[in-house]
Each structure stands twice: as C-alpha cells, then as structure tokens.
C-alpha cells in the first residue's frame, strides 16, 4: 500500500503527513493519516473525522480508537484520518478560507480550491484502496443529531453493513450531490455516514455510540475479536420530516432528542420575546426526534427539529 509515496508493508503501522496547501502566512496545511495493516490479508476500513473543521465530535472519536489501539486490525488495513479540514478545525469553521464546503466539492481538482485539493487527495489517493468507510459527522448551527447512521439503503451492502454498526437510527438517506459518499459509490465502495451530537461541543454519549459502532463493524468484517452489544433496537428510518418555525420568537422545546412522539403531541412553544403570544408547535406525524435545535432565537421558517417518520 503506498500512500503520498510513502509504501506501508503489510503489519506495519506508519503516520503519513499530507501537505495539501500553503496559506499567506507559509502555514502549511498539512493532514495527518495513521494506517495500521495487519500481517493478515483482509479488506481495508476507512475511518475519518473533520470534514467539516466545527464537527469534532468525528475527530474525537477518530483519535480516541487511535489512542485505544482500536485502530489495529487482527486482518486487512485501517486507514485513520483524525482531521481532514484542519483549517476549519482550528478556526471552528465548518469551511475552508475560501468559504467552500469540502464536502461539497467532490471528486475536486489538483489545482482548484483549497476544497477541491482536499476532496481530489481523498479521491486519488485514499478511495481507490479502501474497501470500506466511517465518515463521522455532527449537526451543525446549533442543532444536535442523535446518533445515527445514513446510507442509500437500497444498496443490500449498506444495510450490512448499517446492521452491523447498529446506531440507534439508520436513515435511508440519498446521496448528495459531490460529495465524499456519492463519489466513493462511483468507485464501487461502501461508506456509511455516522452523525452524532452537534458542531462544536464534545457530546460524550455521540461519541461512545460511535466508538462502538465502529468496533462492531470492524468485527463484522472480521477485523477484530471482540465489539460490545448495543442494548436498544436499530429502528430503520425511511422517511424524515423537518418541523419549522410558522413565526418567528422564542423556541422552548417540549421534547428531547432521541424521545419518541406522537402526532398531536406538544412539541413546544415559539413566545413573543415581548410577551405578546405564545403559539402551540405540535407534530403531524407518529415518529422519533432524530435532530433538535438548540438555538432558542428562531426566524419563520427555520428548523426547528427534524423528525424520523414511523408509519
């Protein structure tokens, strides 16, 4: 296996730094790959956080699987990437410098925007040798995902696989256009997408669940010996629907993230911050609150929660 011309042998462990791009300052931005390969053939697992810079929650669980050793495989090869987006890591942007989404901007160019050199590295470089993929994410502007799983489920393998991961959702979920799934479907992999918790703020539960989901994929696929049992069903979630704001106010939520509701039931109230109303937010759907905002300073129209539809 060579990555960045770097070769790494079969039961060796090697960290490989990738310069993507320079800024003004002579910064370096430099993304920092551990690839752990066993002695013993097998398929080769890509695990990656920070894609977008804000979502540390993909990256913390990325670094603490590295600092655990989950990272070594008993067969085949993991691949770890901790941070791609450093830029955004450091600046809490879930950009880069040019304002673009990297996530966006596949499968990228070698000589375009700092997004598409990060997206074309991932598409030259790291795709075509992975047999599978953990792309970790979060909500993001102050809305929390509870944990879950979204692939296009009706490819047989991504239900295996989401199986096999068990978070507490798995969202039939399409693909978006340019992006790292989307392109890795072309070249005939797997990649499974976790969000948990929301961008910028560690939510320790996200991170567990995905630290465990990981470790029972790993041991699906024979990379490992052991993995712990997850002790809630994984609920499969065809079709998800966005609750918005009808006015604009105050949001105090009724319910919590992962409750199960009812249709009719109280999901909270949007108030006059003046005192002048106070409005009902109710569901129109049976379902599971998969997504909440956080941010109690709504607009009309905005989010308010996203729910996982049960018929």
């Given amino acids: 296996m060579i990555i960045n011309g770097i070769e790494i042998a079969p ?5 490989v730094d990738v310069n993507i791009a320079r800024l003004p ?3 370096t931005i430099d993304v920092s790959i ?8 097998g398929p080769t697992l890509l695990l990656m956080g920070g894609l977008h810079g804000d979502e540390i929650n993909g990256s913390e669980i990325v670094r603490r699987m590295i600092e655990k050793n989950d990272h ?3 067969i085949g090869t993991v691949i770890c990437i901790p941070i791609i987006n450093v830029y955004g890591f450091i600046y809490f942007s879930r950009y880069v410098p040019d304002g673009k989404d990297v996530n966006r901007s ?3 160019n070698k000589n375009g925007s700092l997004a598409s050199r990060m997206a074309n590295f991932l598409t030259k470089e790291i795709l075509p040798i992975i047999d599978y993929g953990l792309d970790f994410h979060t909500g993001g502007a102050d809305r929390t995902n509870y944990p879950q799983v979204r692939c296009m489920m009706k490819d047989q393998k991504n239900v295996e696989l989401a199986e096999a991961f068990h978070a507490p959702f798995t969202l039939d979920s399409k693909f978006r256009p340019n992006s790292l799934r989307q392109t890795a479907n072309k070249f005939g992999k797997h990649i499974l997408v976790y969000e948990g918790g929301e961008s910028s703020r560690f939510d320790e539960f996200a991170i567990r669940e995905g630290i465990k989901g990981a470790r029972r994929l790993m041991q699906h696929l024979g990379m490992r010996e052991t993995a712990e049992k997850a002790d809630y069903e994984n609920l ?3 079709n998800s629907s966005w609750v918005r704001a009808r006015r604009s106010g105050v949001f105090l939520s009724a319910v919590k993230s992962g409750e199960k509701i009812k249709k009719n ?3 909270g109230h949007i108030n006059d911050p003046f005192g002048g109303f106070k409005n009902k937010v109710t569901s129109s759907v049976n ?16 989010a308010l929660m996203h729910l996982g539809v049960i018929k």
């Fill in 11 to 15: 039961g060796e462990e090697k960290v």
């Fill in 265 to 267: 039931q109280l999901l």
């Fill in 236 to 238: 499969i979630i065809k």
């Fill in 72 to 74: 070594k495989p008993k």
């Fill in 287 to 302: 379902g599971y609150v998969i997504g909440l905002n956080h941010n109690p300073i709504v607009h009309e129209g905005d």
């Fill in 106 to 108: 596949f499968p990228g």
């Fill in 25 to 27: 300052s002579h910064t």
């Fill in 34 to 41: 551990t690839i752990a390969r066993s002695t013993e053939p």
